[in-house]
C-alpha cells in the first residue's frame, strides 16, 4: 500500500484502538514504538465470516512465538479504524505499556462495513434471534472471526480475550454474548448500552444535541466500499466560531439544522430526526436484555465523570448480573472522564481533584485480570465493585454494587431554598417558579468549544446558581461526612404554563464559604481559592414527555401538578463535615440538550420556531407533593 500520513485522532466518543503516542517533539524516538516493531511481527488477512463477508484483521504476533511458547489473543474490534494499513507499518500502541511487554497476539479489526472491511455497517447492530445459518451480528462476527483465528494463526494457546472502550466497549459486550470456546475475558469499557435512554445520543430521550451533531458530522459520512483511513476522515464541522452555544441557537430548531448544514448526507442523523420515541428502532438497539449466556469472565469497567458512556458500563454490570447467574462479573468505576483510565493520569478532572494517579492503578488490575485468564497468571483476587468514593479519594471494595449495607433516604425540598433529608412539614400546595426561556437557555458548561466538553461533570456550577431560570436548594452544613454510593432517582412534583417541558437535576457539593488554612501566601503562588465552590457531583436531564412512556409521549396539562420521576445515574461520593448538599432544578441545559419548545408537537426535532415558548414552571413541596432526591447513604466506616 502507498505510504501516506498517520491517521488523525478521533474525537472523544471514538476512542481510539490504542493509546495516542507522546508528542516526541521530531527528534526523540518513540521507545515504545521502536519495542513492538522489534518485538512483533504484524500480519494482515482478510477473515471470511458465515454470510461471505470478509472483515479486514491486523494481527501483531510476538517474534518468540511457537510450538512450545504460546500466546494468548487480545482482541478489540472497532469502527474507529485499525490504521496504518500495510503490513510493514505498525500501530505504536496497544492499550498498556504493560500488556506489551508481557506478551499478546494483539488483533485489531475494522466490523463489518468501516474502512478495510466489506460488508454494511449499522450503527450499534441490533442483537438477532438467528433462523438461519447466515444470519449475523456482532455476536457472530466475532466467533467467527476467533474461530478462524484459532485455527490459522500459529503460536497461539487457544485462548483469547476482548477489551475496548465506548465504541469498541459495546463490540466487546456483543462479542461476550454465546462467546467462542476461546474466549476467556472480557472487558467492555465505557461500553454503549441504549442510545435512548443514557447513552451518547440521549438522556431519557432528551437528545444529546453537542454531542451527536458534532459526532455524526464525521463519523456519518458515507462509505459505500472499503476504504482506508484518510486526512478529512475526521476533520468534523465548520462551525465558523469556537462558541458552540451561540452556533446552535442560531443554527435553530433541527428540523431545520439537519437539511441546513448536512444537507441531507448524514443518514444516521436522519435516523435521529425520524425516531424522536422509543420506538422498535431504538429498542432493538439497545443491547442490555441480549447480554445472555455469557461464559467469559466480566471485567467491566467505567468513570463517575464519563460526559458519554456513564449509564452503559453500570447498565451493563447490572444486566449481566441478573441474566447469567454465576457469571465471573466485576464492576470497577474509577473518577475518570471518558476513556480517562487510559488517556491521562486520573489525579483530577475540572474542578476536582482526587489526591493521586487513579489510572495506573486500574492499569495494573487490568493487566492481572488479562494476565490471570489467558496466561495462568495469579489470581488478581478481585472485588466484585472496586469503585472510587469521592471527596475521601480512595478505592473501595466491595461484595456487590451497590453496597449491601447501603440504606436509601430522600433529600427533600422545602421553603427558603432550604435541603434536608426530613420530609415538609407544611399541608399548603408551596412551590417554587421560574420562567424558562427557550431563546435563553441555561449553557451547562462555561468552556468555549465547539466539541463537546469532557469536564463539566466537575465543574463549579455557581455560574449556573446565579440565574433566575435555576432553583437552588441547600442543605446547612454538614455536622459529619454523608456518603451517597449507589443509584439516585428524582421525583419532581411540577407544573408548566406550556404543554411540554424538560427537567433537569444536579446534586452538588458545596465547599465552606472560607476554605481553611488558604493563605495569602497560597493565593500569591497561584493555588485556586475553593471557598464557596459548588462542585457538581450528577446531573441529569429529563423529556418530560416521556413520564408515563418513552413509547407514548404526553404533553401536560397547563397549571396542572404532575409527577416527573426518573433515574439518575450511581455516584459514589462523601460530603465532608462543614460543606453543604445542594440540588439545583432547571429546564435547560445548552446546548448538551436540545432545546424542548415547551409546546408539545409529535415529533420534537419538527418543531417549527414559532412553536418555541417562553413557559413558567413551578416546583412543588408539601406534604401532599414532596419533591425530593432519592439517595443512596452508606453508613461510615466509624459506624
Same mark, same amino acid.
Given at each position: 500500500?502507498?505510504?501516506?500520513?498517520?491517521?488523525?485522532?478521533?474525537?472523544?466518543?471514538?476512542?481510539?484502538?490504542?493509546?495516542?503516542?507522546?508528542?516526541?517533539?521530531?527528534?526523540?524516538?518513540?521507545?515504545?514504538?521502536?519495542?513492538? @516493531?522489534?518485538?512483533?511481527?504484524?500480519?494482515?488477512? @482478510?477473515?471470511?465470516?458465515?454470510?461471505?463477508?470478509?472483515?479486514?484483521?491486523?494481527?501483531?504476533?510476538?517474534?518468540?512465538?511457537?510450538?512450545?511458547?504460546?500466546?494468548?489473543?487480545?482482541?478489540?474490534?472497532?469502527?474507529?479504524?485499525?490504521?496504518?494499513?500495510?503490513?510493514?507499518?505498525?500501530?505504536?500502541?496497544?492499550?498498556?505499556?504493560?500488556?506489551?511487554?508481557?506478551?499478546?497476539?494483539?488483533?485489531?479489526?475494522?466490523?463489518?462495513? @468501516?474502512?478495510?472491511?466489506?460488508?454494511?455497517?449499522?450503527?450499534?447492530?441490533?442483537?438477532?434471534?438467528?433462523?438461519?445459518?447466515?444470519?449475523?451480528?456482532?455476536?457472530?462476527?466475532?466467533?467467527?472471526?476467533?474461530?478462524?483465528?484459532?485455527?490459522?494463526?500459529?503460536?497461539?494457546?487457544?485462548?483469547?480475550?476482548?477489551?475496548?472502550?465506548?465504541?469498541?466497549?459495546?463490540?466487546?459486550?456483543?462479542?461476550?454474548?454465546?462467546?467462542?470456546?476461546?474466549?476467556?475475558?472480557?472487558?467492555?469499557?465505557?461500553?454503549?448500552?441504549?442510545?435512548?435512554?443514557?447513552?451518547?445520543?440521549?438522556?431519557?430521550?432528551?437528545?444529546? /444535541?453537542?454531542?451527536?451533531?458534532?459526532?455524526?458530522?464525521?463519523?456519518?459520512?458515507?462509505?459505500?466500499?472499503?476504504?482506508?483511513?484518510?486526512?478529512?476522515?475526521?476533520?468534523?464541522?465548520?462551525?465558523?466560531?469556537?462558541?458552540?452555544?451561540?452556533?446552535?441557537?442560531?443554527?435553530?430548531?433541527?428540523?431545520?439544522?439537519?437539511?441546513?448544514?448536512?444537507?441531507?448526507?448524514?443518514?444516521?442523523?436522519?435516523?435521529?430526526?425520524?425516531?424522536?420515541?422509543?420506538?422498535?428502532?431504538?429498542?432493538?438497539?439497545?443491547?442490555?436484555?441480549?447480554?445472555?449466556?455469557?461464559?467469559?469472565?466480566?471485567?467491566?469497567?467505567?468513570?463517575?465523570?464519563?460526559?458519554?458512556?456513564?449509564?452503559?458500563?453500570?447498565?451493563?454490570?447490572?444486566?449481566?448480573?441478573?441474566?447469567?447467574?454465576?457469571?465471573?462479573?466485576?464492576?470497577?468505576?474509577?473518577?475518570?472522564?471518558?476513556?480517562?483510565?487510559?488517556?491521562?493520569?486520573?489525579?483530577?478532572?475540572?474542578?476536582?481533584?482526587?489526591?493521586?494517579?487513579?489510572?495506573?492503578?486500574?492499569?495494573?488490575?487490568?493487566?492481572?485480570?488479562?494476565?490471570?485468564?489467558?496466561?495462568?497468571?495469579?489470581?488478581?483476587?478481585?472485588?466484585?465493585?472496586?469503585?472510587?468514593?469521592?471527596?475521601?479519594?480512595?478505592?473501595?471494595?466491595?461484595?456487590?454494587?451497590?453496597?449491601?449495607?447501603?440504606?436509601?433516604? @430522600?433529600?427533600?425540598?422545602?421553603?427558603?431554598?432550604? /435541603?434536608?433529608?426530613?420530609?415538609?412539614?407544611?399541608?399548603?400546595?408551596?412551590?417554587?417558579?421560574?420562567?424558562?426561556?427557550?431563546?435563553?437557555?441555561?449553557?451547562?458548561?462555561?468552556?468555549?468549544?465547539?466539541?463537546?466538553?469532557?469536564?463539566?461533570?466537575?465543574?463549579?456550577?455557581?455560574?449556573?446558581?446565579?440565574?433566575?431560570?435555576?432553583?437552588?436548594?441547600?442543605?446547612?452544613?454538614?455536622?459529619?461526612?454523608?456518603?451517597?454510593?449507589?443509584?439516585?432517582?428524582?421525583?419532581?412534583?411540577?407544573?408548566?404554563?406550556?404543554?411540554?417541558?424538560?427537567?433537569?437535576?444536579?446534586?452538588?457539593?458545596?465547599?465552606?464559604?472560607?476554605?481553611?488554612?488558604?493563605?495569602?501566601?497560597?493565593?500569591?503562588?497561584?493555588?485556586?481559592?475553593?471557598?464557596?465552590?459548588?462542585?457538581?457531583?450528577?446531573?441529569?436531564?429529563?423529556?418530560?414527555?416521556?413520564?408515563?412512556?418513552?413509547?407514548?409521549?404526553?404533553?401536560?396539562?397547563?397549571?396542572?401538578?404532575?409527577?416527573?420521576?426518573?433515574?439518575?445515574?450511581?455516584?459514589?461520593?462523601?460530603?465532608?463535615?462543614?460543606?453543604?448538599?445542594?440540588?439545583?432544578?432547571?429546564?435547560?441545559?445548552?446546548?448538551?440538550?436540545?432545546?424542548?419548545?415547551?409546546?408539545?408537537?409529535?415529533?420534537?426535532?419538527?418543531?417549527?420556531?414559532?412553536?418555541?415558548?417562553?413557559?413558567?414552571?413551578?416546583?412543588?413541596?408539601?406534604?401532599?407533593?414532596?419533591?425530593? /432526591?432519592?439517595?443512596?447513604?452508606?453508613?461510615?466506616?466509624?459506624?
Amino acid at each position: 500500500m502507498d505510504e501516506k500520513k498517520a491517521a488523525p485522532t478521533p474525537p472523544p466518543l471514538a476512542a481510539p484502538a490504542t493509546a495516542p503516542a507522546p508528542s516526541s517533539g521530531g527528534e526523540e524516538p518513540d521507545a515504545r514504538a521502536e519495542f513492538i @516493531r522489534s518485538r512483533y511481527t504484524k500480519y494482515e488477512y @482478510r477473515i471470511p465470516m458465515r454470510d461471505g463477508a470478509r472483515l479486514f484483521t491486523a494481527v501483531y504476533v510476538p517474534n518468540d512465538a511457537t510450538a512450545s511458547r504460546k500466546y494468548p489473543f487480545l482482541m478489540m474490534r472497532t469502527p474507529y479504524s485499525v490504521a496504518p494499513y500495510g503490513a510493514d507499518r505498525y500501530s505504536k500502541r496497544f492499550f498498556t505499556e504493560g500488556f506489551e511487554k508481557e506478551g499478546f497476539i494483539f488483533v485489531l479489526q475494522d466490523v463489518r462495513g @468501516r474502512y478495510m472491511s466489506e460488508g454494511e455497517f449499522v450503527n450499534v447492530r441490533p442483537h438477532l434471534d438467528k433462523k438461519g445459518p447466515k444470519d449475523i451480528d456482532e455476536s457472530t462476527d466475532t466467533y467467527d472471526t476467533l474461530e478462524w483465528l484459532t485455527k490459522n494463526v500459529a503460536g497461539n494457546n487457544g485462548r483469547a480475550g476482548m477489551l475496548g472502550v465506548s465504541y469498541p466497549g459495546f463490540y466487546a459486550s456483543a462479542g461476550a454474548i454465546d462467546g467462542h470456546p476461546s474466549l476467556k475475558a472480557v472487558s467492555p469499557q465505557a461500553p454503549i448500552g441504549d442510545w435512548f435512554r443514557g447513552d451518547d445520543m440521549h438522556r431519557h430521550g432528551a437528545f444529546n /444535541l453537542q454531542l451527536g451533531f458534532h459526532f455524526f458530522a464525521s463519523f456519518d459520512k458515507p462509505r459505500p466500499k472499503p476504504k482506508e483511513d484518510s486526512e478529512d476522515d475526521w476533520d468534523g464541522f465548520d462551525y465558523g466560531t469556537p462558541d458552540a452555544y451561540r452556533f446552535f441557537l442560531s443554527a435553530g430548531p433541527l428540523s431545520e439544522a439537519e437539511a441546513k448544514h448536512f444537507k441531507g448526507e448524514r443518514p444516521f442523523f436522519r435516523e435521529i430526526v425520524a425516531h424522536p420515541n422509543y420506538d422498535a428502532f431504538w429498542q432493538a438497539r439497545n443491547i442490555l436484555p441480549h447480554l445472555r449466556n455469557i461464559k467469559a469472565a466480566m471485567l467491566v469497567v467505567g468513570g463517575f465523570f464519563d460526559t458519554e458512556d456513564l449509564y452503559g458500563p453500570l447498565a451493563t454490570y447490572r444486566a449481566i448480573e441478573a441474566q447469567n447467574p454465576g457469571a465471573k462479573n466485576s464492576l470497577v468505576m474509577g473518577p475518570w472522564k471518558h476513556g480517562g483510565w487510559y488517556h491521562g493520569k486520573g489525579d483530577k478532572l475540572g474542578d476536582a481533584e482526587f489526591g493521586f494517579q487513579t489510572s495506573i492503578v486500574f492499569q495494573d488490575l487490568e493487566l492481572a485480570f488479562f494476565k490471570h485468564h489467558l496466561k495462568d497468571g495469579p489470581d488478581p483476587d478481585l472485588a466484585e465493585a472496586f469503585v472510587f468514593e469521592v471527596g475521601a479519594n480512595r478505592f473501595r471494595r466491595f461484595d456487590a454494587w451497590p453496597p449491601r449495607e447501603a440504606k436509601k433516604g @430522600r433529600l427533600y425540598l422545602q421553603g427558603s431554598g432550604a /435541603l434536608s433529608f426530613e420530609p415538609p412539614k407544611n399541608a399548603e400546595a408551596e412551590s417554587d417558579e421560574y420562567v424558562s426561556d427557550p431563546d435563553k437557555p441555561v449553557p451547562y458548561t462555561q468552556e468555549m468549544a465547539n466539541n463537546w466538553s469532557s469536564s463539566y461533570m466537575a465543574e463549579d456550577q455557581r455560574f449556573a446558581s446565579r440565574r433566575p431560570d435555576v432553583i437552588e436548594y441547600r442543605s446547612e452544613p454538614l455536622e459529619r461526612d454523608v456518603t451517597l454510593a449507589g443509584p439516585l432517582e428524582a421525583e419532581l412534583w411540577v407544573s408548566t404554563t406550556g404543554t411540554d417541558a424538560d427537567w433537569v437535576v444536579k446534586l452538588i457539593d458545596e465547599n465552606p464559604g472560607k476554605m481553611p488554612g488558604f493563605t495569602k501566601e497560597d493565593r500569591w503562588a497561584g493555588k485556586k481559592d475553593r471557598g464557596g465552590q459548588q462542585t457538581l457531583v450528577r446531573g441529569e436531564p429529563f423529556r418530560g414527555r416521556f413520564r408515563e412512556s418513552y413509547e407514548a409521549p404526553k404533553p401536560f396539562v397547563p397549571g396542572e401538578p404532575t409527577k416527573v420521576k426518573f433515574a439518575v445515574n450511581d455516584v459514589f461520593h462523601t460530603f465532608k463535615r462543614g460543606h453543604r448538599i445542594v440540588i439545583q432544578v432547571q429546564s435547560t441545559w445548552f446546548p448538551f440538550i436540545d432545546r424542548n419548545p415547551q409546546k408539545f408537537v409529535p415529533n420534537i426535532f419538527e418543531a417549527k420556531p414559532g412553536d418555541f415558548t417562553k413557559a413558567t414552571h413551578r416546583v412543588y413541596r408539601s406534604q401532599a407533593m414532596p419533591s425530593a /432526591l432519592e439517595v443512596t447513604i452508606l453508613p461510615a466506616l466509624t459506624e
